[in-house]
Nanobody, 124 residues
């Protein structure tokens, strides 16, 4: 069983930055593809970013490309999401998740374990 705990959310003004962290315990973190998703009120959960187990391959939703950066530290079992130039439309609960099959990284149904989420609120 893998447990994920997100942190780093908060409230910022448009144009600001936040860095989300997701600490994992249990399982074999260094073998998992890790992803970030977000869900705004009334919306479906949407893919934000994913990173390969060795950190070399990174994927981003078009809406965040060039503004967000995903990274990981396998020695510390942690994945990060650096969010810059934040916009009000980035407001959502952000979740990290484990994808053990390394497939369909954009689909939340491909992820096996989820954190509890952290709220990000961006005001204009």
């Amino acid at each position: 069983q893998v447990q994920l705990i997100e942190s780093g959310g908060g409230s910022v003004q448009a144009g600001g930055s936040l860095r989300l962290s997701c600490a994992a315990s249990g399982g074999t973190f260094s073998s998992y593809m890790m992803g970030w998703f977000r869900q705004a009120p009334g919306d479906k959960r949407e893919f934000v970013s994913a990173i390969s187990p060795n950190g070399i391959r990174r994927h981003y939703a078009d809406s965040v490309k060039g503004r967000f950066t995903i990274s990981r530290n396998n020695a510390e079992n942690t994945v990060y999401l650096q969010m810059n130039s934040l916009k009000p439309e980035d407001t959502a609960v952000y979740y990290c998740a484990v994808n053990r099959q390394w497939q369909n990284i954009g689909s939340d149904s491909s992820y096996d374990y989820w954190g509890q989420g952290t709220q990000v609120t961006v005001s204009s």
